[in-house]
């Protein structure tokens, strides 16, 4: 027997919104939803993880930060199709990061990283675990150097930042592009 009443984030239960009727919904309850999903179900999830102090878990915290990019990207463009991973990584990373690295570049930590990742559970070889690093992400000698610590912090700044230009109702294409994406997600 199932539950009628389910979480849809880590705040909300199903009940908590306006109507069944999710198209109906006003704008600032599907931010709200989208941030508590993704703030609850990725960035605090991580958090907590490097909290416990669980040997060798900065692996799982690097898996679940490098899924951010991907929909960052889709939710700011307005993305209403199933595919363009590869092409939403890239600007995902480029959004978050001020388009501090080459497209070649994010591209091969697409490869080593997001999608090794997500199909193997490994890191490629051009890829480094190291928190030595001033921030989160540094291209260096031919290879990545990811520290999932400072990771968690910059997305949170770059996620805080876009909700932020979500409830300011003069960001019309921002919104709109929300909007969209929201409708392919949750069939709003």
Avoid at 51 to 68: E, G, P, R, T, V
Avoid at 95 to 122: C, P, W
Avoid at 152 to 161: A, G, K, W
Avoid at 162 to 188: D, M
Wanted: proline share 2%; aromatic share 12%; net charge positive.
């Amino acid at each position: 027997m199932g539950r009628k009443d389910l979480a849809v984030s880590y705040k909300s239960k199903r009940s908590d919104f306006p109507n069944s009727n999710w198209a109906n919904w006003p704008f600032n309850e599907k931010v709200r939803l989208f941030q508590e999903q993704i703030q609850g179900w990725v960035i605090n999830v991580a958090r907590d993880i490097k909290k416990q102090s669980i040997a060798h878990a900065d692996f799982a915290i690097l898996s679940m930060l490098l899924s951010y990019f991907e929909n960052i990207s889709k939710f700011t463009e307005g993305y209403d199709g199933k595919y363009e991973s590869r092409n939403h990584f890239v600007k995902g990373i480029k959004l978050t990061y001020s388009r501090k690295f080459q497209k070649k570049t994010i591209e091969l930590l697409y490869d080593q990283a997001r999608n090794r990742m997500y199909h193997v559970g490994l890191t490629g070889t051009k890829v480094e675990l190291n928190c030595s690093i001033s921030c989160g992400l540094i291209y260096q000698r031919n290879r990545f150097i990811i520290c999932p610590e400072k990771l968690i912090d910059e997305i949170q700044r770059h996620f805080n930042s876009y909700v932020t230009k979500l409830n300011n109702s003069s960001n019309r294409l921002i919104r709109k592009n929300f909007a969209k994406r929201g409708r392919l997600i949750w069939g709003t």
